[in-house]
């Protein structure tokens, strides 16, 4: 086994309005993810029209920050309680959660749903207090609240245990105290508490590959897109595999397009391994739910669970 410490995958969990795109932009801008002179031209966790119509939607957008150099994998989260399905696969495939609460307005009842079933997944909560410069903000009762919330939740003491940066998404600050004089123009604390405290993957390359598909992508030019975990082993492009289908079923297949993700984009890759958030193209029945493994290991695989998906609209 080993620790893949260039790596943390995160989901992000947020009421509406309480800020997660605004703090995800900013953490693209401040990570240089995107130079100076770019623009964010589509919103980060913004959904795709199109892709929900086709009802393949991913329900959730993948996006990919770079800090001194560790890849930090975010997952949006869908906050609707009809998307509890998806919420659970997207929190399979991390390991950790953003928590991000309205300074003002506290903990909502769709902080309370995605929290919920973090909990049960035994994920650590960062938590980011945010819009601290709301002039009626309360940082300090919010965070009481956060750990009133948690300990309704069945919290373990690990998971009590979660570190807090307040910010000002809007204003691009952030600080480790809930001062608002001590608020600095920068992310730094974001980054680092995501990095100190939400664990590495841990895996081991050297395992036959076990590749689980949690979401679906679409796009006009690739056809389906199985976006999934890496949970074991390596996939190289070019690789011929086998998918496990979700009735049992299986058949031989060639991986002729991988991609990572960085920023808002996808990221033509030759090899993925345990731990990483990658996409595959060319298998165009690809569903939710299957497995990718070698060809000669199908009988050894125990997919990860993950339920039905459904396709409800909000
Ligand atoms: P989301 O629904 O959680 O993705 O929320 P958005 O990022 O779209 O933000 C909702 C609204 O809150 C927008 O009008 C933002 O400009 C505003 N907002 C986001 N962050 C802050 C902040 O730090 N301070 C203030 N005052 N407003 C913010």
Do not use: W
Not at 11 to 37: M, N, P, R
């Amino acid at each position: 086994m080993s620790v893949k410490n260039n790596i943390r995958n995160i989901a992000i969990i947020a009421h509406v309005d309480h800020g997660k795109t605004t703090l995800v932009d900013e953490l693209l801008k401040q990570s240089g993810t995107f130079k100076a002179h770019e623009q964010v031209a589509e919103r980060a966790m913004d959904s795709n029209d199109i892709e929900k119509e086709r009802g393949i939607t991913i329900l959730a957008k993948n996006t990919a920050v770079d800090y001194e150099g560790t890849r930090i994998n975010i997952l949006d989260t869908p906050g609707h309680a009809d998307f509890g399905g998806e919420v659970e696969r997207i929190l399979k495939m991390v390991d950790g959660v953003l928590l991000v609460v309205d300074a003002f307005e506290g903990c909502m009842p769709q902080t309370r749903f995605v929290l919920k079933k973090a909990m049960e997944q035994k994920l650590r909560p960062v938590v980011v207090v945010n819009k601290i410069d709301r002039p009626a903000a309360r940082p300090q009762e919010v965070v009481d609240e956060v750990v009133d919330l948690l300990i309704d939740l069945g919290a373990d003491e690990d998971q009590l245990d979660f570190p807090v940066v307040y910010a000002s998404a809007l204003n691009g600050t952030s600080s480790n105290e809930p001062d608002l004089d001590k608020q600095a123009p920068t992310m730094i604390p974001v980054f680092t508490s995501i990095i100190d405290h939400v664990p590495a993957p841990v895996a081991n390359d050297d395992e036959p590959l076990q590749f689980q598909v949690t979401m679906l992508d679409y796009n006009e030019y690739l056809g389906r897109i199985g976006v999934g975990r890496v949970f074991r082993g390596k996939v190289r492009r070019g690789d011929s595999v086998a998918i496990i289908k979700r009735d049992g079923s299986h058949r031989n297949i060639r991986i002729s397009k991988m991609f990572g993700f960085l920023g808002l984009k996808r990221l033509e890759i030759e090899e993925a391994s345990a731990g990483e958030l990658i996409a595959i193209a060319g298998v165009d029945d690809i569903m939710v739910g299957e497995t990718i493994c070698p060809q000669d290991h199908l009988d050894q695989m125990t997919p990860v669970r993950i339920d039905e998906p459904t396709l409800q609209m909000t």
